[in-house]
């Protein structure tokens, strides 16, 4: 079955950067997207980007550009969300989730497996 | 501010069919499909419809979308305590080099 297994809770200080892992089960952890979506405590889901392991791209909400890097290591299936110049406002649960695309006419782009979440805590 | 436009809460009695509007532009909803998503409280989300109406095997029927112009719907019929949870719609988003962009989330309530 498939799995996304997420890094531990983290707590850092204001200007640091964090780094959130994804290992990926159950399926070939090339043949789909891996997105990062973010929800600070009582908030809504916020999109922070994509990265395609096959191809090597990836594509940033402009939100988060400058700030955020997604990479990963194929021999393991694992992904990572590195964000960096923390302060409060990043204080939230990161979520990774696979991305299934189709493009025909139209864009068709949804997240069909989410990890559990990781919370990641910048204290004020 | 979300980009897709939901009502902040909605609420029936079990048995009840409720419906909760999402609503876009002609970058997003208006050029793409519609994804929704169920987050039970203290969960992570998951994927109720995808395509506009198109159900992940093991959502009940009870489950359905549909999606005109630049706005969209979820219907859920035979209301059930369970279904108490938030409720995001989302889509792909053409301008800005494209992202995928959410609902600000529903929160229904099973009275």
């Known amino acids: 079955q498939v799995q996304l297994v997420q890094s531990g809770a983290e707590v850092k200080k204001p200007g640091a950067s964090v780094k959130v892992s994804c290992k990926t089960s159950g399926y070939n952890f090339t043949s789909y997207d891996i997105n990062w979506v973010r929800q600070a405590s009582g908030q809504g889901l916020e999109w922070m980007g994509w990265m395609n392991p096959d191809t090597g791209s990836t594509g940033y909400a402009q939100k988060f550009q400058g700030r955020v890097t997604m990479t990963w290591i194929t021999s393991i299936s694992t992904a990572y969300m590195e964000l960096s110049s923390l302060s409060s406002e990043d204080t939230a649960v990161y979520y990774c989730?696979?991305?299934?695309?189709?493009?025909?006419?139209?864009?068709?782009?949804?997240?069909?497996?989410w990890g559990l979440g990781t919370l990641v805590t910048v204290p004020s | 501010q979300s980009v897709l436009t939901q009502p902040p809460s909605a609420s029936g009695t079990p048995g009840q069919r409720v419906t909760i509007s999402c609503s876009g532009s002609?970058?997003?909803?208006?050029?793409?499909?519609v994804t929704w998503y169920q987050q039970l409280p203290g969960t992570a989300p998951k994927l109720l419809i995808y395509?506009?109406?198109q159900r992940p095997s093991g959502v009940p029927d009870r489950f359905s979308g549909s999606k005109s112009g630049t706005s969209a719907s979820l219907a859920i019929s035979g209301l059930q305590s369970e279904d108490e949870a938030d409720y995001y719609c989302a889509a792909w988003d053409d301008s800005l080099s494209g992202n995928v962009v959410f609902g600000g989330g529903t929160k229904l309530t099973v009275l």
């Open positions: 002609s970058s997003n909803i208006g050029s793409n499909t």
């Open positions: 989730a696979r991305g299934v695309g189709n493009t025909v006419v139209t864009i068709e782009y949804y997240f069909d497996y």
């Open positions: 395509s506009n109406n």
